[in-house]
């Protein structure tokens, strides 16, 4: 399970439910596991394992999965929100015109 998680970062840990033995589980054939991320990769939502003679697809799901901004590198917004970018542009605009301030 760290192997699938060490694809998309960091495993750090697993949560309670995934930490009990298979058969005192009461619901659901998942794993969670918090993962220290790069946020400036995009996130990977499938992940081949292979083992010999034999291979599968893992699906990816991810909660809390923060925006992040290309742009300015920050968290919490993406670019299309970004005020950095959007100030940008509009200079850019002014100066393609002739406009200077």
């Not at 970004?82 to 200079?91: L, N, S, T």
Request: net charge negative; aromatic share 12%; with cysteine.
């Amino acid at each position: 399970m760290f192997a699938i998680a060490n694809s998309v970062g960091t495993p750090i840990c697993t949560d309670q439910v995934t930490n009990k033995p298979m058969f005192e589980r009461e619901f659901g054939h998942l794993s969670r596991v918090l993962v220290d991320m790069d946020l400036r990769k995009e996130p990977k939502y499938r992940v081949l394992v292979e083992q010999e003679n034999y291979a599968f697809f893992v699906d990816l799901d991810y909660d809390n999965l923060p925006e992040y901004c290309h742009y300015c590198s920050c968290i919490g917004h993406n670019q299309s929100y970004c005020k950095k970018a959007k100030a940008d542009r509009e200079q850019g605009e002014k100066d393609g015109c002739g406009y200077h301030a």
